[in-house]
């Protein structure tokens, strides 16, 4: 069964930092792999999609990587802005599933 | 495209009392997804649906019910509403294929007492 784990699960910096969030999943077999932001009391909305075959995903500020291999990817915020605060989940869809895998989020506070 | 919507945004029931919740979408995703999640907590997946007509369980269905009678509408039933089933209800979807991006509706938010 696919295991996603995300450490921190929270995270305080100051304004202008560089955020960096891990996910970690425990099978390779993977379609790929999503970035979510939730604000409080809100939905889910989509940051990222990284496929199997890319390494890589920029948004913006935002950039994703993804090392099969090794069954992680990071998420990439530079010069974080109070705005960024919010939770920040990853999910996978592994490879033979309708469902997506989803981490426990890293919460993150981004000090003004 | 309205993307995925759900109604109500939020309700208080009574324990016994049974409600419906709608989710609806317009990206003709064949894919669609059922999501609790209580406060501080992560998500987990009440039921999903593969397409029209054809639904599966969850991690936690017990006290849920779900039809899929066309590929836009997903309703989610509760029946004998328990405090227990206090918690924010999320629907999503994707379409069909693992490469595709999933995405959620905003949430109902319902409070049993």
């Known amino acids: 069964k696919q295991e996603v784990t995300q450490i921190p699960a929270a995270l305080s910096v100051p304004e202008g930092e560089n955020l960096v969030l891990n996910c970690s999943f425990t099978d390779s077999a993977i379609y790929n792999l999503q970035w979510f932001r939730q604000d409080p009391g809100k939905g889910l909305t989509s940051l990222l999609l990284i496929q199997s075959s890319q390494r890589e995903q920029t948004s913006g500020r935002l950039n994703a990587s993804l090392d099969k291999s090794s069954g992680r990817s990071t998420l990439y915020i530079a010069a974080s802005q109070p705005g960024d605060s919010a939770t920040y989940l990853c999910a996978v869809a592994p490879v033979g599933d309708y469902k997506l895998s989803f981490g426990a989020g890293t919460t993150v506070t981004v000090r003004a | 495209n309205a993307g995925v919507t759900q109604t109500p945004k939020f309700r208080i029931l009574k324990i016994g009392q049974s409600m419906t919740l709608q989710c609806t979408q317009d990206?003709?995703?064949?894919?669609m997804y059922w999501y609790r999640q209580d406060p501080g907590m992560g998500l987990k997946l009440i039921y999903y649906?593969?397409?029209?007509?054809?639904?599966d369980k969850g991690e936690v269905p017990n006290g849920y019910n779900v039809s899929r009678s066309t590929t836009e509408d997903f309703p989610l039933r509760l029946e004998l509403a328990a405090p227990s089933q206090t918690s924010v209800y999320f629907c999503?979807?994707?379409?069909?294929?693992?490469?595709?991006?999933?995405?959620f509706g905003p949430g109902t938010r319902l409070t049993v007492l």
């Open positions: 990206m003709n995703h064949n894919y």
């Open positions: 999503a979807s994707r379409l069909r294929g693992g490469e595709n991006e999933q995405f």
């Open positions: 649906s593969v397409g029209a007509g054809i639904t």
